[in-house]
């Protein structure tokens, strides 16, 4: 318990409690005030601080209500005296600590005031705790004003800080949009069009601001101006241009007089911003010209403090605009240039391209293919699934020189030249290839030795004839006039009957060879296609006697109209491929027949050969293809029978199997029906 002392109010008309009962604590602390009188005690209550007010009920409602107004209120015992209703009401409407029923019960008065004294130290407590808590509580108040202000004073500053870095931010965002709206554009328009739109965004608020005038001197004697006339895009040439600074302008007289006199109006107050263009323009006149100049002219009519905003917009955007037309002049170049490329190769007649080490075609002019697509060279130029045979790449790209070789197209034959790109890196990874078709000047030079062979031949054969025929004539001559002469009879007659016909056979020979080897032409005539055969087998006895022949002609009686000395070359070339085809003894079918349903006679020749792979078919009638081994066939044997052939107005069929052999069927139309008969 608290050491305090205590002031207890006794108010009663009997005396308080003796001494002798306060002697033991808490009640040696306290001093005991008697009073009877209710004002007097009011008025003492107000004087003094009163821990514990002792009263009797007989002083009313309006005394206690009295003492439970006083600051701080004291512990308030009731000492009953009476039983009216009194005591009822001041339970209801006063704070009553204690009821003491029996004031003469010492013990139980001496409880009652020692709970009561425990209750004022309590409530005495509080209130310090209280007054204390109030003054904590000022003190706090006064402490967060101060607070709130230096926070507010300092947020004041990073206000005006993040408004700033706001502005900044704003700026940046605004600047990286423009550029990445002009690094997207390709033409000068669309490079106005979003200036035009910068500028009216970002000065939006100035007095007057109109189109902005690009204006760029790509050669000294000439420039380029591109503005907005009514709306429009308008692009314009003019020779003259006044010297400008290098330096910005915010009102130029030269350029103003310029523009006036160029678009015909007034113009007032005129911005020069120069622009930082690198380019340098590429002709074919002037291959490295003076280097480019650009300026951006803005019409205004704007205060000094306005034109700031716009020379600082300037200085902002300047860089990156200056770079975008260096650009679009790059680009404008490049497409020049390639369109030069294009024009300069696709005028050519033969085929070039540019060709990377996976035989994929970079770039190819139109002579090479209509429709390019990336494809690989051998299926877009000659529609193979594998590299053309001959093909100079791979040897190009690995040797790093140019190499040749020759290629063949849908019966085409090209000369290729291959010519690899060279790096500094090392080895090639691109070659350009030069296409070269021969097909025409190789086909004639071959005509040419085939031509000279003939003639060869055909002098042969005439110097054979003339050496042979005298002495056969001779021979024949004799051997006619000894039947004349020797009977029937004799056996001497027959003899010299089968002279004579050995030499007439042998002079038919000879006539044969000499035709077929004659250089003059021989106009078409009637005549059966076996008979053709007739005259062409003598050539063949020596190829024909390794292997077993079996001839079936049963087309005599059919006439056709055709140049024989041709046709022998035909059926030459078919008797000879058979036989060179069988390496091995075999047999070679030889017949003729006829196709009523074609009004047409068919030479088939059917060889027991090893065959032709299915891939190779469809190239055998293709000049210049050859299986056989490098001088011993040039590949137009079979070429120059299917022309032959066509030129008579027939086929020619091969009909192939591996292991089995091979037939040639050749078909050629009857001159006559009535003949045919």
Known sequence: MSMKRHLILWVANRPPPTAASFEEAPFDQCEIIAVQDAELARQFLKAHTCSVVCAESSYGLDFFKSV???????????????????????????????????????????????????????????????????????????????????????????????TEEDQKLNKVRSLIRFIKEIGSVSLFEDLLQVLRKELRREMRGLTKIGDPILVLQMQPESSLLYSFQGGNFVKSTSSSLPDLSSDLTLDSKPIKTFLANHFGRPFVRTTVIPLEIKSRQVSSVQPLATKAKGFICIENANTALDSQTLVDFFSDCLKPFSMAIDRILLENEHAETVYRWEKTFDSLQSPIAIIDIDHEVLRANRAYSERLARKKCFDSFAARTSPCEGCPIELALQSGAPQSGTIQRAGQVFEVQSYPINLESGRPTNVVNHYVDITESRGLYIRMLQAEKMGALGLLAGNIAHELNNPLTGLRSLAQVLLHEVPVSDPMHSDLQEVERAAARSQKIIKNLRDFSSKEKIDKEIISLDEVIERTMPMLKTILRSHRLELELETKQYLIQAESQMLQQVVFNLINNACQAMKNAGILRISTSFDSKKSSVVLRVVDTGPGIPVELQKKVFEAFYTTKGEGTGTGLGLSLSKEIIESHKGSIELISSLGVGTEFCVSIPIYKEEAAR
């Open 68 to 162: 439970q107004d006083m600051n701080p209120p004291p512990v308030q015992i009731l000492l009953l005296n009476s039983e009216d209703n009194t005591v009822s009401d001041i339970l209801n409407y006063s704070s009553i600590f204690e009821i003491v029923i029996d004031q003469n019960d010492s013990l139980a008065l001496s409880r009652s005031m020692r709970s009561a004294l425990a209750q004022a130290d309590l409530n005495s407590n509080q209130l310090s705790l209280r007054r204390e808590s109030r003054s904590q509580n000022r003190e706090l108040e006064a402490l967060n004003i101060s607070l709130e202000k230096i926070v507010e004073d300092r947020t004041a500053h990073i206000q005006v800080a993040k």
